[in-house]
């Protein structure tokens, strides 16, 4: 029997990395796609080790000749697309909304928006003519309640749940499935920079939780991959929050 392949988008850390990682152990293979070659041909390597067939390649995902490429690149490597995880995002610039401009716009829109429409309208190409397949949106609970000093982030992750909406109702008479995961604070890089470094900041943003905590990116991987996989086979349309509780109030 064949495997199952997954393709990931800014798949070269935190999240997306973990998933990548997570799609390997529970018998995928994979191609990651990033911009970045040295790290991408590596977290391939290391993929490999963990006993999947795993390519990376090179694409931003606000380019849709790119997107072309890597969909037409995995189906041309494995015949078949079961699993796409949509994750390369920016948090762009952190500023109150009084001082946003068209340029600081089109930064956070073009890959947090426009790359995952691009994601999602080439995997969806190739998933109707397979007649299966699982799409997964990477959002955030900061697109379902809100922040102050990150307008541009919230609004464009809100834009992803509603686009992961349509398309499951577009995607459904294919037999696609799409949903969204939608993480609270997380220990990645972006999470980082979303705070400045800050230790105070993160301490005021994990304390919006109910657990107290930001999650490890293998937390979020873990509910990507079932969201994703045929146990989740009645979902679609859905995002699922797993923010320790952060937007239960």
């Known amino acids: 029997m064949s495997r199952s392949v997954a393709l990931i988008t800014g798949a070269l850390t935190g999240i997306g990395r973990a998933s990548a990682l997570a799609f390997a152990e529970a018998g995928y293979d994979v191609v990651v796609s ?3 070659d040295d790290t991408g041909n590596a977290l391939a390597a290391e993929l490999r080790e963990l006993g999947a067939d795993a390519e990376y390649v090179r694409a931003d995902v606000r380019k849709e000749e790119d997107v072309t490429r890597l969909v037409d690149r995995t189906i041309e ?111 990645t890089g972006m999470f980082t920079r979303f705070s400045g470094d800050k230790q105070e900041v993160k301490d005021a943003i994990t304390s919006l939780t109910v657990l107290k905590r930001a999650a490890d990116p293998e937390e979020i991987a873990n509910a990507i991959l079932f969201v994703g996989s045929d146990k989740a086979s009645f979902v679609t349309g859905q995002s699922f ?4 509780g952060h937007t239960t109030g």
Do not use: W
């Open 77 to 187: 490597r494995f015949g078949r697309v079961d699993v796409a995880v949509n994750n390369a995002g920016t948090e762009g610039t952190q500023t109150s909304l009084l001082d946003v401009t068209p340029d600081s716009y089109a930064e956070t829109f073009d890959t947090n928006v426009l790359g995952v429409f691009l994601s999602v309208k080439h995997e969806l190409r190739v998933m109707q003519t397979q007649r299966s397949g699982s799409i997964v949106n990477i959002t955030s609970a900061f697109g379902k309640v809100g922040a102050a000093g990150a307008g541009l982030y919230v609004a464009s992750k809100h834009a992803v749940e509603g686009l992961t909406k349509s398309a499951a109702m577009d995607a459904a008479p294919y037999g696609i499935r799409v949903n969204a995961v939608a993480p609270g604070p997380t220990e």
């Open 241 to 244: 929050s797993v923010d320790g």
């Open 34 to 36: 990033g911009r970045r």
